[in-house]
Structure formats: structure tokens, C-alpha cells
């Protein structure tokens, strides 16, 4: 039961992204009608199963979860690497892609990377309507810097557990010696 109020949450933090795009609307509305399913390989068994994740195009260019009555056959299938998803966590707080698999209706798939590619959410924009302009600056820089920071341990954290496992340490950022 939580996890679909947290897929019904995830969705409409999706639509909010999307509409406020109108060239990712544009490029979904084309796709009517069709379906995507994401499933996550691998996922742990220790942890709780995951809810049926699919979502139908609206003519509006957004998306809705089919919740429990998903198509048996979707036009396209994302599959997504969730073997370890604290390492998946990691990577995405890096700015790293998961390993995914994708199959079905290629011209849904590019439209699909397109969006991944080049849509972002704004939340200073959407703090500006709540804090106003100058708090929501102030948040957006302390966020960023924390991000930053955190995206900054996930490397280092990395570099340290792949030359634990003799694999190659990529060097710390920062001047090189002269």
C-alpha cells in the first residue's frame, strides 16, 4: 500500500516536470495511448516487492500509472539494473545512469531518452512561488553546495572501493602538481 502512494506521489511529481516543458509534452502527446512498464532486475528479495510500474501517454502529453490493471503487452520495456540499489542511489546522487535495458517501439524510446536528456526539475522556480524569490535563491544555493559535496563523497567513496578491489582509482579533482 505504500509503495502505490509513492508511485501515485512519483507520478504526479512526473506530470509536474513534464507540463512545465511544453516541448516534452509535445514530444509524449505524440505517443498517445502507448505504454512503458519500468522493472527493476534483480531487486533484492529481503526488501519489499515494488508495485507494477507502468504508465499510459495521455493525449495531454503527460503520463498515468495503470496501477493494478497494467496491459499485459507495453510498447516499450525499461528494464533497470536494482541488483544493489544503495550502489544505484549512489550513482544517481553522482549524476550516473543505472544500467538499463530497453526494448520495444523505437521512436518511443528515443522520444523517452530525449526527455531523460534534457528535462530538469526547477525547484527553485517552484520554492520562488511558495518563499518567494530571495529565500528560494538562498535554498537553491545551500542545496546545490550540499549536492555538490555529496556527489564529490560518492566519488571519492568509489575511488576508495575500486582501489580496494585493485580496480582503477580515478585521482582526486582538483589542481594537478606542477
Do not use: Y
Not at 2 to 8: D, M, S, Y
Not at 70 to 94: E, F, G, H
Not at 136 to 158: H, K, N, S, W, Y
Amino acid at each position: 500500500m505504500l509503495g502505490n502512494a509513492a508511485i501515485e506521489r512519483l507520478t504526479l511529481l512526473t506530470n509536474h516536470v513534464l507540463g512545465s516543458e511544453p516541448a516534452a509534452t509535445q514530444r509524449l502527446a505524440a505517443h498517445t495511448g502507448r505504454c512503458i512498464r519500468f522493472q527493476f532486475d534483480g531487486w533484492p528479495s529481503l526488501l519489499p516487492a515494488l508495485p507494477s510500474t507502468t504508465f499510459r501517454v495521455t493525449p495531454a502529453g503527460l503520463v498515468e500509472w495503470c496501477g493494478d490493471a497494467p496491459p499485459a503487452d507495453p510498447d516499450l520495456r525499461v528494464a533497470i539494473d536494482a541488483s544493489n540499489p544503495a550502489a544505484a542511489m549512489a550513482q544517481a546522487l553522482a549524476g550516473t545512469r543505472p544500467k538499463v535495458e530497453v526494448a520495444g517501439d523505437a521512436a518511443f524510446a528515443a522520444d523517452l531518452n530525449w526527455l531523460f536528456d534534457n528535462l530538469r526539475w526547477d525547484v527553485q522556480d517552484d520554492l520562488e512561488s511558495v518563499v518567494g524569490a530571495a529565500p528560494a535563491r538562498e535554498i537553491a544555493r545551500v542545496a546545490g553546495g550540499v549536492a555538490a559535496g555529496l556527489r564529490q563523497a560518492v566519488r571519492t567513496l568509489d575511488g576508495l572501493v575500486n582501489r580496494g578491489r585493485g580496480g582503477p582509482a580515478e585521482p582526486p579533482p582538483g589542481p594537478s602538481p606542477q
